[in-house]
């Protein structure tokens, strides 16, 4: 029912409103950017939430879920497909919609963003040496998701950067959502974070890792698809200059 309530409907509603097919977004490699993700991002996840589960740092009502995949609820695994597309194609409306400009940029945010995160995953990986502890689920959200973060940044941080301002807002957005679905799942009972294994910050009912976890799993899908779209493979001068008709947002607005 949570899905029915939270992901399925608001995906129908952004696939529906597309203003045209994706949006007029990406060309043929629009069509392929979700469903890859999705592959992507069920086949990294899944070993990962597994481990959660089996050591208890979370999990669910046995009368809430219709049936378990070696730890892990069915309805999880649906969710590891359903945020990217729901994700993805929030990003879509931005790039179709609003057409923010690409700025080039040098060397350094290409640097400053690799080093980040791969000082985060550093970080997290020395922590987690020392076994569980209050700190042990954020580090395993960070070592998790920060390498994947950081070489996305080693891969074309150029084009990141240049997609900043699309970045803040289709990530930015749907992490507000989706703080607001996970507060009331936990409010439910629907699933139950372990308070031995995390610092115990909150907002209402969403502890500060969940808050990390969707954060760091829209950028992951987020930089995913722009890369995907206008990465390495295309040159950002391209993106820069005169805009194709299929890619002005007047066009793609019909």
Same mark, same amino acid.
């Given at each position: ?5 939270f992901?399925?409907? %608001? ?12 949006g ?9 950017a ?13 070993p ?16 809430? %879920? ?5 730890? %892990? ?19 879509y ?15 350094l ?16 990986f ?8 209050d ?28 997609k ?83 890619d ?7």
């Amino acid at each position: 029912m949570f899905h029915f309530v939270f992901t399925l409907p %608001v995906i129908i509603g952004l696939a529906a409103t597309l203003p045209r097919p994706l949006g007029g977004v990406g060309g043929r490699r629009g069509r392929w950017a979700i469903p890859l993700l999705c592959v992507i991002a069920f086949s990294y996840t899944t070993p990962w939430d597994n481990y959660l589960v089996a050591n208890d740092v979370w999990w669910y009502g046995a009368d809430r %879920v219709i049936a378990t995949i070696g730890y %892990v609820p069915v309805e999880e695994y649906m969710f590891f497909l359903l945020q990217p597309v729901l994700t993805g194609l929030f990003l879509y409306h931005v790039l179709g919609r609003l057409g923010y400009a690409d700025r080039r940029s040098g060397l350094l945010p290409h640097v400053l963003g690799a080093a980040f995160w791969l000082l985060v995953s550093g970080i997290s990986f020395y922590h987690l040496r020392s076994g569980p502890d209050d700190a042990f689920y954020l580090s395993l959200i960070l070592a998790w998701s920060g390498p994947v973060l950081a070489g996305m940044w080693l891969y074309d941080g150029k084009t990141l950067w240049a997609k900043r301002k699309t970045m803040l807002v289709a990530v930015g957005v749907p992490t507000l959502y989706l703080w607001f679905a996970d507060a009331i799942a936990i409010y439910a009972g629907i699933w139950t974070i372990s308070t031995d294994y995390t610092l115990g910050l909150k907002v209402w009912t969403l502890p500060v890792e969940e808050a990390t976890f969707f954060l760091v799993t829209n950028l992951l899908v987020v930089k995913g698809i722009l890369l995907f779209l206008y990465g390495s493979h295309e040159s950002i001068q391209s993106a820069t200059s005169k805009p194709s008709r299929a890619d002005t947002p007047e066009m793609a607005q019909g």
